[in-house]
């Protein structure tokens, strides 16, 4: 019998494929909800992870997301986004994204969050990002996870 998607990562599907990516969502035994856990499992260099993580912007969540290679140096991106930047409380992560921590999407969230994506990531040639659910995953490109996001490239480092 064929494995179908967690719901999270059918929903993902969905709203990839009506942006025009082509929606494939891989699906692993194991969960893989950290950046290394992923590269191992996928073959590929960590830096080719994008983790999907939600920030206060002063008081507004924001979606920043970052190659699985290096930490997000707040101070420096909160200044260069024109404010102050902090880790969101966990219950705001989930009410924002509706996804668990590990497996959260770029999109596919109920709440319009702004997002912005590590310009570091645009050294790979493909990207791997979890598709909503910590044993899902999609490959994509930087070019496209700009446009499937409306994300602005930023320097979070």
Same mark, same amino acid.
């Given at each position: 019998?064929?494995?179908?998607?967690?719901?999270?990562?059918?929903?993902?599907?969905?709203?990839?494929?009506?942006?025009?990516?082509?929606?494939? &969502? &891989?699906? @692993?035994?194991?969960?893989?909800?950290?950046?290394?856990?992923?590269?191992?499992?996928?073959?590929?260099? &960590?830096?080719?992870?994008?983790?999907? @993580?939600?920030?206060?912007?002063?008081?507004?969540?924001?979606?920043?997301?970052? @190659?699985?290679?290096?930490?997000?140096?707040?101070?420096?991106? *909160?200044?260069?986004? *024109? *404010?102050?930047?902090?880790?969101?409380?966990?219950?705001?992560?989930?009410?924002?994204?509706?996804?668990?921590?590990?497996?959260?999407?770029?999109?596919?969230?109920?709440?319009?969050?702004?997002? $912005?994506?590590?310009?570091?990531?645009?050294? $790979?040639?493909?990207?791997?990002?979890?598709?909503?659910?910590?044993?899902?995953?999609?490959?994509?490109?930087?070019?496209?996870?700009?446009?499937?996001?409306?994300?602005?490239?930023?320097? &979070?480092?």
């Amino acid at each position: 019998m064929p494995r179908l998607l967690h719901p999270n990562a059918a929903h993902v599907a969905d709203i990839l494929i009506s942006r025009g990516h082509h929606g494939v &969502v &891989v699906t @692993s035994p194991e969960p893989t909800t950290t950046a290394e856990a992923a590269a191992e499992s996928l073959g590929v260099g &960590v830096g080719a992870i994008v983790r999907a @993580s939600v920030f206060l912007l002063d008081d507004d969540p924001v979606l920043l997301l970052v @190659s699985g290679a290096h930490p997000v140096n707040l101070a420096a991106t *909160g200044e260069r986004l *024109g *404010g102050t930047m902090q880790r969101a409380p966990l219950d705001l992560v989930r009410l924002a994204t509706d996804q668990p921590i590990g497996g959260i999407a770029p999109v596919g969230h109920p709440t319009n969050l702004a997002t $912005y994506v590590d310009e570091s990531l645009s050294q $790979y040639p493909e990207l791997w990002a979890a598709a909503g659910h910590p044993n899902t995953i999609f490959r994509t490109t930087f070019t496209e996870l700009l446009r499937i996001t409306a994300g602005l490239a930023v320097q &979070v480092t």
